[in-house]
């Protein structure tokens, strides 16, 4: 469900400048790629719950993000916060994960990009602009196919709901074991009301965490171009 974070990760990392060595994100594991044959991997009310929170986000245009990744230890190794606006406008900030202070900022607006050193903006490209609205993608799961056409399995399981920022959520304990490798582990808080995310959480076979948070729905947020300096 959230196999396109990395790819933004790095994206936002190297598009801008190709001189800077910016920190390598822990590396996630392949997703499977849905089969056109075979069996769906969820089906039932799961898919049901799949196509509601599907159906939900295809009504957002903006959102506010964080994604926090942490190595095997608990560590956090990266944190970026991100305002978007779909499909293809972003403003994020690096934060150094151990004192919490902005170390790089990007705007990225289609195909053009920009990166913040010091007090001005770097100008780039994107040879294939983002869409954002992969950062959350509930239609993935529901467009699996099973480990019998070379999918994954899928299972799903409602927990006690919980309050992520102020707002009541349903808790959902999401495994994907992709054919012929370790599980990955998702816990999903979604929005009661709204059947928006509200929090997504990846633990993955090595150890490793990946979490992203949501919120701003509702917040008039704009992302345009850099203010020459």
């Known amino acids: 469900m959230n196999r396109i974070a ?18 390598t994100p822990t590396p996630l594991p392949p997703t499977p790629t849905p ?3 075979g069996p769906p991997a969820v089906s039932g009310t799961d898919r ?17 993000a964080e994604i926090t990744v942490y190595d095997e230890s608990g560590t956090l ?3 970026l916060r991100l305002t978007v606006m779909l499909p293809d406008r972003l403003h994020a900030i690096q934060l150094d994960p ?15 990009g920009w ?22 993608d509930p239609a993935a799961l529901a467009e699996a196919r099973d480990t019998t056409a070379g999918g994954a399995s899928v299972t799903m399981r409602e927990l006690a709901g919980e309050v992520i920022d102020g707002v009541p959520c349903e808790r959902w304990e999401i495994v994907v074991t ?6 990955n582990r998702m816990t999903l808080w979604i929005g009661r009301n709204d059947q928006l995310p509200r929090q997504l959480r ?13 919120w701003g729905y509702d917040e008039p947020i704009d992302v345009q171009p850099p203010n020459k300096q």
């Open 6 to 23: 990395l790819a933004v990760i790095v994206l936002m990392l190297a598009s801008a400048c190709a001189t800077l060595a910016p920190p």
């Open 77 to 79: 190794q990266q944190h």
């Open 202 to 214: 990846t633990e993955y076979p090595d150890g490793s965490v990946l979490q992203l948070r949501y």
């Open 115 to 136: 990166i913040k050193q010091g007090d001005g903006w770097q100008l780039g490209r994107i040879q294939q602009p983002p869409n954002f609205a992969e950062l959350y």
């Open 48 to 64: 049901e719950h799949l196509t509601a929170w599907a159906a939900a986000w295809a009504t957002v245009s903006k959102f506010r």
């Open 178 to 183: 992709p054919a012929g490798q370790q599980a």
């Open 35 to 37: 089969m056109p044959e």
């Open 98 to 112: 151990t004192n919490g202070q902005p170390t790089q900022e990007w705007i990225i607006v289609g195909d053009t």
